[in-house]
């Protein structure tokens, strides 16, 4: 057997807290890789992300910050592209590079394959939910890098046949690996829920947190007793709110998954998603899902959820509704689609991406 070939995973965008479902993934890649000896990985992390990695070695770079402002990434990746000589001659005999965070910082030398993971196109099906600099800055980092790497690694088949498209990368040179869900580490309820509808998401525009509030008007006119309960951050940008929504912002894993364990159906309306792993972790823990059937959203929920059109609040609230009285049916579907996503899968396909390039 040949020798496990040496990865570096250049994680110099990070932005610990403040990345949603992304930064999950790369954590989970960087535990993931430590239980299989057929690659050898190690992080390379800015200093404000020190201990990020899980299991694998991990190498601080000095005189490398990162903040969640567009500012404070431009000033992020002008550092480490300065220092991009020096960065790269401590991913010493790596083969391969991979940026897990899109972004390829700094570049790779000659010699190493790029391997870039891409989530999505957003910007390029939603182009009006981002400003002229954002865009511009996809162009450069998200568009330039995917249509010259050696391999790219996306999320879901939708967000692959969109790159596809758009991109006219050859199908063949993009992996899907879809994120997964350690449903070991879930318990689920079966039994009374509590009355409240759950949306834990980041205030960000597609995430469509207006119409789902227009829609839970809808929602209690029939069933008054219901509130809302948002997490996530940036929900200061949501306004001001009807006092039967119960804004909580960043909150810890565990209370997150309690609130899974207790919501009546957790709502998704999101108006675009490479993956989306909230309606997963709902199923994990019992939870009937109510979700928009935009972008990946079908691919990941099956017909373990009731899909509405997100556009549409009487639709997102008719399917809020449908989940209330599906609860039972829904919570048994959800427990089986749920096992079909695993953290196991997702890495072997980046194993065999690494080898394959090696």
């Keep these: 057997m040949a020798a496990a070939p040496e990865v570096a995973l250049a994680m110099l965008t990070l932005v610990p807290g403040a990345m949603g479902g992304s930064e999950t993934y790369a954590r989970e890649l960087t535990r993931q890789l430590a239980t299989t000896d057929e690659v050898v990985a190690t992080a390379y992390v800015p200093q404000n992300a020190r201990g990020f990695s899980q299991g694998i070695p991990e190498v601080v770079i000095d005189g490398v910050r990162t903040g969640a402002s567009t500012m404070q990434r431009l000033r992020a990746v002008a550092g480490a592209s300065l220092r991009g000589g020096r960065i790269a001659a401590q991913f010493g005999s790596a083969r391969i590079v991979h940026f897990p965070f899109t972004i390829p910082v700094p570049h790779p030398r000659r010699g190493q394959a790029l391997v870039q993971t891409l989530l999505d196109v957003q910007h390029l099906d939603l182009p009006h939910l981002f400003s002229g600099p954002e865009r511009a800055f996809r162009r450069r980092y998200y568009e330039g890098t995917a249509r010259r790497a050696d391999a790219v690694i996306t999320i879901s088949e939708f967000a692959r046949q969109r790159m596809v498209e758009l991109l006219g990368i050859p199908g063949d ?61 940036g929900l200061e940008s949501l306004g001001d709110l009807p006092d039967w929504v119960d804004v909580r912002g960043l909150v810890s894993e565990a209370e997150l998954r309690e609130l899974y364990r207790r919501a009546a159906v957790l709502a998704f309306p999101s108006l675009y998603e490479g993956f989306g792993l909230p309606p997963l972790e709902a199923m994990a823990s019992g939870c009937p899902v109510a979700a928009s059937a935009a972008g990946s959203i079908p691919e990941v929920c099956g017909d373990a959820a009731v899909l509405f059109d997100p556009h549409d609040p009487e639709a997102i609230a008719a399917g809020i509704l449908e989940a209330l009285d599906r609860s039972a049916e829904l919570t048994a579907l959800g427990l089986q689609q749920v096992r079909l996503f695993t953290w196991e899968r997702c890495r072997d396909t980046h194993v065999d991406v690494y080898r394959g390039l090696a």
Excluded: C
Excluded at 179 to 193: K, T, W
């Design 173 to 233: 040179r993009i992996r899907v690996a879809h994120l997964g869900v350690d449903a070991d580490q879930f318990v689920p309820n079966s039994g009374a829920r509590d009355d409240f509808v759950l949306y834990p998401a980041r205030g960000w525009k597609h995430k469509n947190h207006a119409r789902l509030i227009q829609a839970m008007a809808a929602v209690r006119s029939a069933r008054p007793e219901l509130r809302l309960v948002l997490t996530g951050g």
